[in-house]
């Protein structure tokens, strides 16, 4: 009986693990310091997790960090919400800048490209420093 208690042990470790690494996210570039860095890790909230919507995108507002698939970059972007606006057809939309970039992106951005937020704790991002560092350097980043 004992076996079969540790390997369920084992079993619920290993789904809080993957459970946990869904919900962080590797920083890759200095677009946001001195908030987070390169290397650093965020703690995220997903818009799908498994079919759940972990946060409502109606909610998102001026000042929270998002990540979302852009148009003008292959890769997801993790920036902050500056502005909201509805464009001629009546679509909301988000202006994003990076805290460390001197103008904004250049695309808005639509609900259907955010993908997660930033977890805050009060104002401050939630946030595991340098960690990310063995990501970039597997990935070769």
């Avoid at 693990?17 to 390169?38: D, K």
């Avoid at 001629?88 to 997660?116: C, F, R």
């Avoid at 009060?122 to 990935?139: D, E, M, Q």
């Amino acid at each position: 009986m004992a076996d079969n208690r540790e390997i369920i042990s084992y079993v619920v470790i290993i789904v809080i693990g993957i459970i946990l690494a869904q919900h962080m996210n590797v920083v890759v570039s200095g677009s946001m310091e001195p908030v987070f860095y390169r290397g650093d890790v965020v703690v995220i909230e997903k818009t799908d997790f498994l079919g759940i919507p972990e946060i409502n995108k109606d909610d998102l507002k001026v000042g929270d960090i998002v990540i979302y698939q852009a148009t003008w970059f292959p890769d997801p972007v993790i920036h902050r919400i500056v502005e909201t606006g509805t464009d001629v057809n009546g679509t909301p939309y988000y202006v994003t800048k990076g805290d460390n970039n001197p103008v904004h992106d250049p695309e808005p951005v639509y609900h259907d490209q955010v993908m997660a937020k930033v977890v805050t704790l009060g104002n401050t991002p939630f946030v595991i420093p340098k960690v990310g560092y063995i990501t970039l350097w597997i990935r070769g980043l």
